[in-house]
Nanobody
């Protein structure tokens, strides 16, 4: 079963930036469509950005233009560059395959945006 380890979260002020990383293992990373998901306090887990093995990117409207997803297949690492952060971006962020289920959910990395 594949595994993911997310990192890079933290406390940031309104308008700040963070770069999240996710290392995948045992999932044949370079052949998989990957995605970032997030779960806000009291909310459901939602996909926010995805990147196909072909490098095609897709974003939900709420993060488009502010977040950039990327991947390094040689290092089996997925990234999420987050700029112009807003309080509504506060959540625990996870990575997984797209659709999810290609690996066990990791612990996630918490992002808190203060106003």
């Amino acid at each position: 079963q594949g595994q993911f380890v997310e990192s890079g979260g933290g406390l940031v002020q309104l308008g700040g930036s963070l770069r999240l990383s996710c290392i995948g293992s045992r999932i044949y990373f370079e052949t998989r469509d990957m995605a970032w998901y997030r779960q806000a306090p009291g909310g459901q887990l939602r996909l926010i950005a995805s990147i196909r093995y072909t490098m095609e990117e897709s974003y939900v409207r709420s993060v488009r233009g502010r977040f950039t997803i990327s991947r390094n297949n040689a290092e089996e690492t997925l990234y999420l560059q987050m700029n112009d952060l807003k309080p509504e971006d506060t959540a625990v962020y996870f990575c997984n395959t797209n659709p999810s289920g290609g690996g066990e959910w990791g612990q996630g990395t918490r992002v808190t945006v203060s106003s």
